[in-house]
């Protein structure tokens, strides 16, 4: 399974383009070179992201399960994952710790 770059950019200017949208005229808490995500089965929680996630394979599978799963119509009106937030912490932790090598 090969990274497909392009695709990967264009999603996420996609998303960038729909959250510059919702968030116009209100004062936005999410740090530069941060995102939002949404993640939960039945409750969603919010959550800010470092956009640096967005290179790792591992944050790429959540974001496929998310397009399968809501396209670019998502009920939160941000990204939602649709997983657990075990999963989503999961993946996260081995991310932090590869940035803090």
């Known amino acids: 399974m090969g990274i497909r770059l392009p695709s990967l950019i264009s999603k996420v200017k996609q998303f960038h383009k729909l959250q510059s ?6 004062i936005s808490d999410v740090p530069k070179g941060h995102f939002v995500v949404y993640v939960g089965e039945i409750e969603k929680k919010r959550y800010v992201v470092p956009i640096a996630y967005l290179n790792h394979l591992s944050f790429q599978e959540l974001l496929q399960k998310a397009e399968e799963e809501f396209g670019f119509q998502h009920p939160m009106g941000g990204l939602t994952i649709p997983c657990n937030e075990d999963a989503f912490f999961h993946v996260t932790s ?8």
């Open 21 to 26: 949208v919702v968030t116009k005229n209100k």
């Open 94 to 101: 081995r991310l932090n710790t590869s940035f803090m090598m």
